[in-house]
């Protein structure tokens, strides 16, 4: 398996290949060693995962697999700019025949199978060993790079700030936002060159500097004030803060998400889904918006409080249940409640006696996931009066899975659209 420099200097490579058409190959190829009898184990599924392990993973492309290139973000998707078509095995296994079409390998399991070439070129030669996931046995490029040669290059970013190079610009610009860099002074000064022509990632990159102006330069682009402006930098902008994790992020982005003049209300939704588990993790923004009158605001909120939430959260929520608010607010809180499912939870909720308890309180106890309760001493009458609500709990009741119900409901759907065939009666005379 690679190194973890070898991973490293993989990415590096990666990012630069950018968006420069065919030329990539050429020069990531250069000084590269004809395939030898060992197969090259380049982990190209944890290079990429460890760009966003949820988004950029290889695709199944007939039969094979297409590897991605490309920045790459956890919360704005894959931007893939850059593939080709490769063999990448399921399972750990040895090479037997190595043909003009075709790959013949046994698995480690003792299965045999055939990779059919359609013009990939072979990485690997009878008797190399490879691993699952991991090993490219052949694939559109030439040749493999040998990692461990690269790693005498030095890249300056700071340099490649002024490169004529769009790629080189970018790629600098967003390393120095999250590298530990001598120069602070120095790097914010190169990022305030042309932050106007290439405002999004410098302004992040100053931000992640915690620089003043950066997170000044995101705000207004969150609040597109001229008509010129772009379209998509207040969504970007979001985004963009939700990857940074500081006070002054979070200050903003519960600033838009609690902005009720914006219509529609995707950019909302968006920045409650920074604040919370999926982002920054500033919960304490997050639970407040559950009480908020749009819908897909408060679904958000629900959905994004972690199981890491702080005691005062999960005290908030309680408060919910217990206090005089509406049936829409209790609703909400039961359901983030159910959702975070931590210890906590059921610590806040134990101390309530039978006569104490709400129904809401009995109905998300109920609800709470049976491992939780596992080992816990209910007293006979709470456990009494919340075996009804079990019985309708996800993980108790299979009608109410996730794969079952939305396909109940699309079900449902269909059900509705079908119009009752009209009564008709006959009479007969005599």
Not at 109 to 138: D, M, N, W
Not at 351 to 376: D, Q, Y
Request: contains cysteine.
């Amino acid at each position: 398996m690679p190194s973890q420099l070898s991973v490293e200097l993989a990415l590096l490579l990666l990012d630069r290949l950018v968006s420069v058409s065919s030329a990539p190959f050429s020069y990531a190829l250069q000084g590269a060693a004809e395939p030898t009898g060992r197969s090259p184990t380049f982990d190209a599924h944890q290079a990429t995962s460890r760009l966003t392990p949820e988004v950029c993973k290889p695709q199944e492309v007939e039969g094979t697999r297409a590897l991605t290139v490309g920045g790459c973000s956890k919360l704005k998707g894959a931007e893939q700019d850059l593939t080709w078509r490769s063999i990448v095995p399921s399972s750990d296994g040895e090479v037997v025949e190595v043909t003009t079409d075709r790959l013949r390998v046994v698995m480690s399991t003792g299965r045999k199978q055939s990779y059919p070439l359609r013009g990939l070129l072979p990485y690997v030669s009878p008797g190399s060993k490879f691993v699952g996931k991991a090993s490219i046995l052949a694939g559109t490029v030439p040749r493999m790079v040998d990692i461990t040669t690269l790693r005498h290059r030095q890249w300056n970013a700071v340099d490649d700030l002024a490169s004529d190079n769009a790629t080189d610009r970018y790629v600098a610009a967003k390393a120095l936002g999250v590298s530990a860099h001598a120069e602070v002074t120095k790097v914010r000064e190169l990022l305030y060159r042309s932050l106007v022509k290439e405002a999004e990632h410098r302004a992040a990159s100053l931000a992640r500097l915690h620089d003043d102006r950066g997170f000044e330069f995101i705000a207004d682009a969150i609040k597109r004030e001229h008509p010129s402006d772009l379209r998509y930098l207040p969504m970007e902008a979001v985004l963009i803060l939700s990857e940074i994790t500081s006070p002054r992020a979070a200050a903003i982005l519960d600033h838009v998400a609690g902005d009720r003049s914006i219509v529609p209300s995707e950019l909302r939704q968006a920045a409650v889904w920074g604040l919370g588990k999926a982002g920054i993790g500033a919960y304490s923004h997050v639970v407040k918006y559950i009480d908020d009158e749009n819908d897909d605001v408060v679904l958000h909120a629900i959905v994004s409080l972690g199981e890491d939430v702080t005691a005062s959260v999960v005290e908030t929520l309680i408060g919910h249940l217990t206090g005089h608010g509406s049936t829409r607010l209790k609703a909400a809180a039961s359901e983030a409640l159910r959702l975070i499912a931590s210890p906590a939870v059921l610590r806040a909720l134990l101390p309530f006696g039978i006569n104490e308890h709400t129904s809401w309180t009995l109905a998300t106890l109920g609800r709470l996931p049976v491992r939780l309760l596992a080992n816990t001493q209910l007293a006979p009458d709470v456990l009494k009066a919340i075996q009804p609500v079990q019985l309708l709990a996800e993980g108790e009741n299979w009608l109410v899975s996730r794969t079952v119900a939305t396909s109940f409901q699309f079900l449902l759907l269909q059900t509705l659209a079908v119009q009752p065939a009209p009564c008709v009666t006959t009479s007969s005379s005599r």
